[in-house]
């Protein structure tokens, strides 16, 4: 159930068509160009993961633990971009996404699995493992926390892969497969929304997905670094540039019908400001080596920067987007 593709085909062909022509064409560039490609990328990370932690547990020792943790930042990184198309309404969706990564994971609840007497593999962890047993979350744990490697939290790591393995493949597979006897997402989406509410949709995914970042980044006048990513060295700094790379694919997919473009034909200021914010972002979080609760305390003033970018394009998507495309009220999220 995830593709926008194609919502202005009803419109092909004919002489006219109503004015939010531009707007249908715009959701079908980001389904085509942006969605599904992200999906297709992320899906060749978990597979790149879960071969690296198979050979992992299968020889273990410094080399494959480093490639495997290598695998696991990679597909971290393909993950994220690919991640916004989830707050569309379905649902799976949630249960699906928390077989993915569930942040944080529990280290307690991954040690009270790992010395209890269940059997560990990915059945367990897909129909009985809590979200915070599983995931990206439970990955990182046991690659770069855990000191100890051994048959049982191998069996929890190889699960984990497998699980979330398929569950990416699902997420893209709704977007251009049948599934369990329903359509792909696209025909049910294309019948059942206009073009406005689909676009709605969209802008309402991105804004949902700034808020995340910035509730997590800071509360009123507070930095919240014990809301922050430890992880690996730059492990949260990657997380928020592979989301923002995310959005701008969905900005600029289409060319001459991207939705930035869409934008600027209704305000060249709107779109200037946006390009600027994250163009401001990227510039900030390129430079970033340390997890980001580390500078909270030790440089606290390049992190409200970074939060004054990232809440700018907030309040822009949220307000002078849904404004400028008359998308007040189209969707769940632009209410």
Known sequence: MRRLALVAVVCLGLASCSPTQDQGHVVAAIGNSAIIPNLDAAVTGFENLDAAVTVYCNEPGT???????????EAKSLWEPAQANTFFDSGRDAQTVSK??????????IEQLLESDVVIDSNYVADEATPAQRGLGTMEFLLFDREDSDERSCNLLEGASIVA???V???????????DGLAPFIDQYTEEKSDREALGDTIGAIAETLRRQTTFAASGSDLRPEMLEEGPAGAGAMTYLAQLQGIESWLIAGEETSLLELIRTESVDVADEIEASLHGAFAILETMDEPLKR???????????????????????????VNLLDLTGSSRNTQ
């Not at 493949?169 to 599934?179: G, K, P, S, V």
């Not at 500078?295 to 987007?321: T, Y």
């Open 169 to 179: 493949r699902e997420l893209r597979d709704d977007w251009t497969n049948t599934y």
């Open 100 to 109: 993915v990564d569930h942040d944080p994971a529990s280290s307690n609840d």
């Open 165 to 167: 393995l398929g569950a």
């Open 63 to 73: 080399e494959t633990l480093i490639d495997a943790r290598d695998a696991w930042v």
């Open 295 to 321: 500078l909270a305390i030790d440089d606290p003033e390049r992190l409200w920067l970074l939060h004054e970018h990232l809440d700018n394009l907030r309040v822009l998507f949220e307000g002078d987007v």
